[in-house]
């Protein structure tokens, strides 16, 4: 038989599987040829050893997943170049390649950071083909139409919601609990790195890219875990997905307005919220007046952009005070003077609001020596009791900001619960650990309520 030339990439598509069109690397130093495949589970049918496995089939496109069953061929173990044994599951399917189509074996290889979707081995070029590596997709050939078009049967189909977590770090421990909480409820979760998430804006056709150029298609809801750093462009995203219909666990609105703690703090005063006795001003001329306006040393000194504690200093003499608020002004940063509540010793609370019920709570203590309770700065963290007032305090405070998820920091004073601070994307990692609740998928069931979704 005449071989076939291919070129050092073509498009393959498993029929059998539902996969109609996936970029392979002809890789002739491979014998055996492989294919990307997450949630790899075998299970038993009719005494048989299966293997059911996901597949993302487009190259950066993690919203098109393609659920694959298939009798396990064979198990191998392989080394990997660190010297770990890993074992692989091996399955033989029907593969087709231009006019041909023939039994392929093929590796499971569970590593999302694949260059390609899929690698072709000698095994599978044996007899019929023959590589000329100058050349690419000799046979079939597809532009960005038509594959949408070859896949826009999965672009409709979905057992669960298309949930995008758009943040900055895939690796971040709150960022995979909410991935593995989303898939585990049967979503299909996708991570956006915010930074690389750019948008058209268009009254026609709005619409939302990402790196490398493929449109984003819509998704029933985003979860936006933005930091501190990107909150001003991260914000215009999520207004972006908004207004194309995506309902965000927490709006552009309300982060821009917890991130701004003059904002926050008059919003507090002016719900009658208590709070520490706060000051701002702009003039240095005003300085020693703003001091006395909140009782003098000790006191606490805010940047207006601040988390994990580290833009909070107190200054223990009115002299202190005074030389720390100029220097920061020096430099114009903004910054708030605050009531130092003593009687905390260096305890606070966070509680986790979700949708207006406080879903967990802890007491944060801080490090010998240090007021700040933050456990960025060395505090621990354990499961607190709290009381009704502070509860609806709690509660109030994430209302106010309009934050359907909102972790609550709350100080005791003497005067009773005051309120420290709102975050809007409060971390998952102390507050599960100190509460052994599962706050993720909390987080979960809070964005299907609000779509009304039903299994
Ligand atoms: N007025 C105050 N009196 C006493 N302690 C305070 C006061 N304000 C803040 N603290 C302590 O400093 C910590 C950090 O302050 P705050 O929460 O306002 O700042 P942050 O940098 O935004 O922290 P976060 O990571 O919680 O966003 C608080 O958790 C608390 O322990
Ligand atoms: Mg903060
Ligand atoms: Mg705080």
């Given at each position: 038989?005449?071989?076939?030339?291919?070129?050092?990439e073509?498009?393959?598509?498993?029929?059998?599987?539902?996969?109609?069109a996936?970029?392979?690397?002809?890789?002739?130093?491979a014998?055996?040829?492989?294919?990307?495949?997450?949630?790899?589970?075998?299970?038993?049918?009719?005494?048989?050893?299966?293997?059911?496995?996901?597949?993302n089939?487009?190259q950066?496109?993690?919203?098109?997943?393609?659920?694959?069953?298939?009798?396990?061929?064979?198990?191998?173990?392989?080394?990997?170049?660190?010297?770990?044994?890993?074992?692989?599951?091996?399955?033989?399917?029907?593969?087709?390649?231009?006019?041909?189509?023939?039994?392929?074996?093929?590796?499971?290889?569970?590593?999302?950071?694949?260059?390609?979707?899929?690698?072709?081995g000698?095994?599978?070029?044996?007899?019929?083909?023959?590589?000329?590596?100058?050349e690419t997709?000799?046979?079939?050939?597809?532009?960005?139409?038509?594959?949408s078009?070859?896949?826009a049967?999965?672009?409709?189909e979905?057992?669960?919601?298309?949930?995008?977590?758009?943040?900055?770090?895939?690796?971040?421990?709150?960022?995979?609990?909410?991935?593995?909480?989303?898939?585990?409820?049967?979503?299909h979760?996708?991570?956006?790195?915010?930074?690389?998430?750019?948008?058209?804006?268009?009254?026609?056709?709005?619409?939302?890219?990402?790196?490398?150029?493929?449109?984003?298609?819509?998704?029933?809801?985003?979860?936006?875990?933005?930091?501190?750093?990107?909150?001003?462009?991260?914000c215009?995203?999520?207004r972006?997905?908004?207004?194309?219909?995506?309902?965000?666990?927490?709006?552009?609105?309300?982060?821009?307005?917890?991130?701004?703690?003059?904002?926050?703090t008059?919003?507090?005063?002016?719900?009658d919220?208590?709070?520490?006795?706060?000051?701002?001003?702009?003039?240095?001329?005003?300085?020693?007046?703003?001091?006395?306006?909140?009782?003098?040393?000790?006191?606490?000194?805010?940047?207006?952009e601040?988390?994990?504690?580290?833009?909070?200093?107190?200054?223990?003499?009115?002299k202190?005070?005074?030389?720390?608020?100029?220097?920061?002004?020096?430099?114009?940063?903004?910054?708030?003077?605050?009531?130092?509540?003593?009687?905390?010793?260096?305890?606070?609370?966070?509680?986790?609001?979700?949708?207006?019920?406080?879903?967990?709570s802890?007491?944060r203590?801080a490090?010998?020596?240090?007021?700040?309770?933050?456990?960025?700065?060395?505090?621990?963290?354990?499961?607190?009791?709290?009381?009704?007032?502070?509860?609806?305090?709690?509660?109030?405070?994430?209302?106010?900001l309009?934050?359907?998820v909102?972790?609550?920091?709350?100080?005791?004073?003497?005067?009773?619960?005051?309120?420290?601070?709102?975050?809007?994307?409060?971390?998952?990692?102390?507050?599960?650990?100190?509460?052994?609740?599962?706050?993720?998928?909390?987080?979960i069931?809070?964005?299907?309520?609000?779509?009304?979704?039903?299994?």
């Amino acid at each position: 038989m005449k071989k076939t030339i291919i070129g050092s990439e073509e498009w393959c598509s498993f029929e059998h599987f539902g996969i109609p069109a996936i970029k392979a690397r002809v890789d002739s130093g491979a014998k055996t040829s492989s294919i990307q495949a997450n949630n790899i589970k075998v299970f038993q049918k009719d005494s048989d050893s299966w293997v059911s496995f996901q597949v993302n089939p487009l190259q950066d496109n993690r919203s098109i997943t393609i659920l694959c069953e298939s009798k396990l061929h064979d198990t191998r173990m392989i080394k990997s170049s660190s010297g770990i044994s890993e074992v692989r599951y091996v399955i033989k399917a029907p593969v087709r390649i231009g006019h041909q189509t023939f039994d392929i074996e093929l590796t499971l290889a569970n590593r999302d950071t694949m260059e390609f979707r899929m690698l072709l081995g000698r095994e599978a070029l044996n007899s019929r083909f023959v590589v000329d590596p100058s050349e690419t997709f000799q046979l079939d050939q597809y532009d960005e139409n038509q594959l949408s078009e070859l896949y826009a049967a999965f672009k409709t189909e979905k057992n669960g919601l298309k949930i995008a977590l758009l943040a900055s770090n895939p690796e971040l421990y709150s960022n995979k609990r909410i991935i593995e909480a989303g898939e585990a409820r049967g979503h299909h979760m996708v991570f956006l790195n915010a930074e690389q998430v750019y948008m058209k804006l268009d009254a026609a056709d709005p619409q939302i890219r990402y790196r490398g150029g493929n449109i984003i298609s819509e998704f029933d809801a985003v979860i936006p875990r933005i930091k501190p750093s990107v909150t001003f462009y991260g914000c215009a995203l999520i207004r972006q997905f908004d207004s194309m219909g995506a309902y965000c666990l927490n709006s552009a609105e309300a982060i821009g307005s917890s991130r701004d703690k003059l904002l926050a703090t008059q919003l507090f005063a002016k719900h009658d919220i208590n709070i520490p006795t706060t000051g701002f001003a702009k003039s240095p001329l005003d300085t020693k007046d703003l001091i006395k306006m909140v009782n003098g040393a000790p006191l606490i000194i805010k940047l207006l952009e601040s988390t994990q504690g580290k833009g909070v200093v107190l200054a223990e003499t009115n002299k202190a005070a005074e030389s720390v608020i100029n220097a920061f002004k020096s430099i114009k940063t903004n910054i708030l003077v605050q009531e130092f509540i003593k009687e905390a010793n260096g305890q606070d609370i966070r509680c986790f609001v979700v949708q207006n019920k406080v879903v967990a709570s802890m007491q944060r203590q801080a490090e010998k020596g240090e007021f700040r309770a933050n456990i960025h700065q060395g505090g621990s963290a354990s499961k607190v009791k709290i009381t009704a007032e502070e509860r609806k305090l709690a509660i109030k405070a994430a209302k106010i900001l309009n934050l359907p998820v909102a972790g609550v920091d709350i100080i005791r004073s003497n005067k009773g619960p005051l309120l420290l601070e709102v975050n809007s994307s409060p971390g998952l990692e102390g507050i599960e650990a100190a509460t052994g609740l599962d706050i993720a998928n909390i987080m979960i069931e809070a964005v299907e309520k609000k779509l009304k979704f039903k299994r």
